[in-house]
């Protein structure tokens, strides 16, 4: 075995001097002394809290050189948004699950309002308020996932202490062992009470394993029982998942009710989708105004140039959300029916479709949108919507109206197509999408039943498919709020005055018409006078 010498430090204490002997060594075998504390895998081990927490602050300060190059626009935001995520939540997971808070928390602070300043200035947006609250919740809570890393460090730290509980002699924990000698609690022991004590106690929270988390007696009784191995299994997922839904809790007794059902509506899988997606070929790749829509309607922040008011006959308020299904939906219908039918060829399945062109089509034919022959059981009939869950006159009739949006719109087409469907023999399924992106069950169906249909070298795989779907549908949202903003900015550009001194001159000219005017008939009324006395003189003239 060869041993990288340039690799190779050895760790001594801050305090004191080494002996002659293994200076002499370390010399001979041309390695570097570390007192104090050293960089280790991704951590920092040593006895020096001073030195320790400089080498922290050093690794910290690395981790921002890279955020210079996710605001460089020769990037493409997506990948931008992907990367910045990923820095964010799990570059510091080393470095918070084998150190104490105390440590780390100011650091990674301060990392976390980087992130955030880093990606604000690469989407061109100032995420404000209730929008920087949702940017910064997990992925499945409804958010961007974009979590500060500084609020569950505690929680990663007392996971990584209990999955090293087994490996820690009682060396490691006390001070002054040997016999005859004060024991006091070591380094580690009151790091752990902190801990405890800043960190769990001031919660009433059903905390996981809550016995274990009174004291750190109690804590190493219980993660380092031999026969309980698995007891050390995702508390870190546990402890944060509870701290987060705490959070949550609260969070939502002070954002506003719109903030609210917007952030309930995305707390699914499909809705995290978009983020997910490696833009590594075009059918999973967003341009950057797509992407900066789309966070922005994920939001609920609004665009620097939207006008106030939409150009519908309504005059409504132009929200974000109004965006999104005021204009361009049968667009956006008939591009998530392509794909539909794209997937359905690629697999071998037969389908008829029917084109919508215009809404009344919609509204008079009562002929699903595809039909799919599987060939292995009965027709499919399906049938696309898109909803808003969160459209405001959905939430003006109950705050709640967002929860059951697609229920109300799966019992419609029911209604609408599944009597002709099993008077035909046929299966019908309605394909509901939110804006949001929540996918029905019977979505996930249909793809199913298609990937099942092929062989392993051939086709998508159901979660492909979904992804694929999800994308389409921030496509389709993003076209839509951009022909519904342009509309607004033209009737708003059409509704000011083109010359704001046209008044003033107007009202100059009148004057000075009516000047004229009156001079004119001063003019000829004198001039009328003078003719009928010249007249009447020459009269009497004759009279004589």
Not at 130 to 149: I, W
Not at 261 to 280: D, H, V
Not at 327 to 354: C, I, P, W, Y
Not at 466 to 475: Q, Y
Request: charge should be positive; include cysteine.
């Amino acid at each position: 075995m060869v041993v990288q010498r340039e690799k190779c430090e050895i760790l001594t204490p801050s305090v004191g001097d080494i002996s002659d002997e293994l200076q002499q060594a370390i010399e001979r075998h041309g390695l570097r002394i570390a007192r104090g504390a050293l960089p280790l895998l991704g951590a920092v081990v040593g006895n020096d809290q001073n030195a320790m927490q400089t080498l922290v602050n050093e690794k910290v300060d690395g981790w921002k050189k890279a955020l210079d190059l996710l605001a460089c626009e020769e990037i493409p935001t997506q990948l931008a948004l992907l990367v910045g995520r990923w820095t964010m939540t799990a570059k510091p997971s080393a470095l918070v699950r084998t150190l104490p808070p105390t440590l780390t928390t100011t650091s990674l602070a301060d990392f976390g309002k980087a992130v955030l300043n880093t990606m604000q200035q690469r989407l061109n947006l100032c995420l404000e308020g209730e929008a920087k609250q949702l940017f910064q919740q997990p992925l499945g809570a409804g958010g961007l996932g974009f979590c500060p890393p500084a609020e569950t460090a505690p929680y990663a730290f007392l996971a990584g202490l209990a999955a090293s509980s087994l490996a820690i002699r009682p060396s490691n924990l006390m001070n002054g062992e040997q016999k005859g000698s004060k024991v006091e609690e070591g380094w580690l022991i009151k790091q752990l009470n902190d801990c405890l004590s800043r960190h769990i106690k001031p919660f009433n929270l059903e905390w996981p394993d809550k016995d274990a988390l009174t004291n750190s007696g109690a804590f190493f009784t219980y993660f380092g029982d031999t026969d309980k191995r698995q007891r050390c299994d995702k508390v870190q997922a546990k402890l944060a998942g509870t701290f987060r839904a705490h959070q949550r809790a609260e969070l939502k007794q002070t954002l506003s009710p719109e903030t609210v059902s917007r952030m309930e509506s995305r707390a699914n899988k499909a809705s995290a989708l978009i983020w997910k997606a490696y833009p590594l070929t075009q059918d999973f790749a967003l341009t950057d105004e797509e992407v900066r829509f789309s966070v922005a309607y994920a939001t609920g922040q609004r665009l620097p140039h939207m006008p106030e008011r939409c150009s519908c006959a309504r005059g409504t308020p132009l929200t974000m959300e109004h965006t999104v299904h005021c204009a361009e939906k049968l667009m956006r219908h008939n591009m998530m029916q392509d794909r539909f039918v794209s997937f359905a060829r690629l697999h071998g399945v037969r389908t008829r479709q029917n084109p919508r062109l215009t809404y009344q089509d919609a509204k008079e034919k009562l002929e699903p949108d595809v039909i799919f022959y599987p060939g292995t059981h009965a027709p499919v009939q399906t049938d696309v919507a898109v909803i808003n869950p969160c459209a405001p006159c959905r939430l003006r009739a109950s705050r709640y109206g967002h929860r059951w949006a697609s229920k109300t719109k799966k019992a419609e087409k029911t209604r609408k197509y599944r009597p002709n469907a099993v008077a035909m023999g046929h299966i019908f399924r309605p394909l509901i999408f939110e804006t949001h992106g929540k996918m029905a069950d019977e979505i996930t169906m249909t793809l199913d039943m298609l990937a099942s249909r092929t062989p392993m070298s051939r086709g998508l795989a159901a979660n492909d498919m979904k992804l694929d779907l999800a994308i389409t549908l921030a496509r389709g949202n993003a076209l839509a709020a951009r022909t519904t903003i342009a509309r607004a900015q033209r009737a708003r550009d059409a509704s000011r005055t083109v010359h704001p001194a046209s008044g003033d001159n107007c009202c100059s000219h009148s004057r000075n018409r009516s000047r004229s005017n009156n001079t004119r008939s001063c003019s000829s009324s004198s001039s009328s006078s003078s003719s009928s006395s010249s007249s009447s003189a020459v009269a009497a003239a004759a009279a004589e």
